[in-house]
């Protein structure tokens, strides 16, 4: 790129201002500035940084990555530069173009802090999560007073079995930062807390003060009760468990009517007669599926898996659902058509081309393993089509008592996903929705999803091991009986759990709040569900 000679004052200046427009939320004007700030000073570098800090805001990464490659052409070894190049390929998927880059990163002296985490959340981005530690070590060094940076690093921590070392730096993040009330909560989730050891009395002083917001409360709230059942005080802990949930159910606009809607249009749409048809999907036999409702076993029984050798665990991946809109943009055409529309649609779109698209998309994480695993929940939705796309894949359904199974995930605090669990009358009702689906799966679907049920697994490990393996064509390995010592990252909210024996504690336990889920309860039973014999 040529350069040309510019006032670096003026360009300094204008940045400022569209950075000013930023920070009034007023993004229309402050990328129109940043459009006249390239254009009247083209060599300015941290101008088109600034566009493609910009365009990542309002999710365009093709055109941050064009922006950054503008200040890169500029200055060839700026370090900061470079980071937002990695963040847009990582963002894109670029893997073959990001690989080499972030080797380039790794072997550079980084100048700061900012630099440092920066590079730490690519790699985590990436799966790195050991590289990602280490950067984000490098922050605390030389940042130490910054709370974030320890908040990361134990995130990192976490997500590789660390826990003792997470627990320092949270609390030190929580030190540097009292409000940062997500670290409280995934603080309390690292162990099992005791009556010596515990955080009780800084949770509920924490919770006394005025100007917390409900995310904050909500964040605090299922800490507290989740600490109160670590030591047995079932009935304060459920009275936190509800505070939690009024609060965060508070933030949301959600009306659980649209989604049961889109559930039950499923079924028509995908009837036995369509799902009978003559339908060609792509011969990958790679995936594995593990869907269900959350917190019912899905990440038990992905660690018992991918502790084989020849499969790894993807994480929860949001690609089929990508790439099966991208299907659908084709067959759309113009509009704004309703979900259920699309659910009509989605039986015309070209079935092999999903499933060649979705495999490919997997490639960054996925490489060159026999096989691997998808463990997102809510697959379950995309189980027809997933199995149109992909005749050979796997997939299995966890099933739960259906009481463990929703007050499980009552007492979880998810950060941006299953709306319906923080209300226990919605919740039944998305879940009679949910099994109405999978019984439809089943019939129009005979002998291609293999159901597993928890309690078996946690009563019987070898046996239900042994009939997965068999399921997924994989021949016995003695490792999957100990999955606890799979080093594969887990990255979901059962983290700590995976990392222990089986045991049979969370059996049951939903008799202890019997009286309090009484709502749950007469929603479930009405829906024709039998409580006591399920």
Known sequence: MT????????????????????????????MALCQRLNAEFPSFAPGWRSASQLALKVNNPSVALAAIEKAVALELDNHEWLLQQALCLSKLGKVAQL???????????????????SLALILAHAGDHAAALGYYEQAIEKEPNDAQHYYNAASSQR????????????TKAIALNPSDYEAYRVRSELKKQSANSNHIAELKSQLTKAKIDPRGQAQLAYALAKELEDLGETEASFRYVSMGAKARRSCMKYQPEGDIRVIDTLRDAFNESFMQGEHRGSNNREAIFILGLPRSGTTLVERIISSHSDVISAGELNNFSIEMM?????????????????????????????????????????????HFIDKLPLNYLYAGLIHLALPNAK???????????????????????????????????????YQRLMDHWHTVMPDVIHTVVYEDVVHDLEGQTRSLLSYCDLPWQDQCLRYYEND?????????????????????RWRQYR????????????????????
């Open 488 to 508: 594969q990252v887990s990255t979901t909210a059962s983290a700590v759990q995976v990392r222990q024996p089986v045991y049979t504690s969370s059996v049951g």
């Open 99 to 117: 690989t080499p880059l972030l080797a380039r990163l790794q072997a550079a002296q980084l100048d700061n802090a900012y630099q440092c985490s």
């Open 395 to 433: 997939i299995i359904n966890l099933k739960r008592h259906p009481l463990d199974s929703c007050y499980a995930m009552y007492k979880q605090l998810f950060k941006d996903a299953y709306p319906f669990s923080y209300d226990l009358e919605e919740l039944g009702h998305y879940y009679l929705a």
């Open 159 to 170: 997500f590789l079995g660390e826990f003792e070392a997470a627990d320092k730096n949270y």
């Open 3 to 30: 350069i040309v000679a510019y006032d670096k004052n003026q360009a300094r200046a204008l940045e400022g201002r569209v950075w000013d427009q930023v920070k009034r939320r007023d993004m229309r004007s402050a």
């Open 515 to 534: 009286e309090q889920l009484q709502p749950l309860i007469k929603v479930l039973e009405g829906g024709g569900v039998l409580i006591d014999d399920a």
């Open 326 to 370: 991208r299907q659908l943009q084709t067959v759309a055409g113009a509009g704004k058509p309703t979900k259920e529309a699309l659910v009509a649609l989605s039986t015309k779109i070209d079935f092999h081309a999903l499933g060649e698209a979705y495999i490919n998309s997997t490639r960054p994480l996925t490489g060159n393993s026999a």
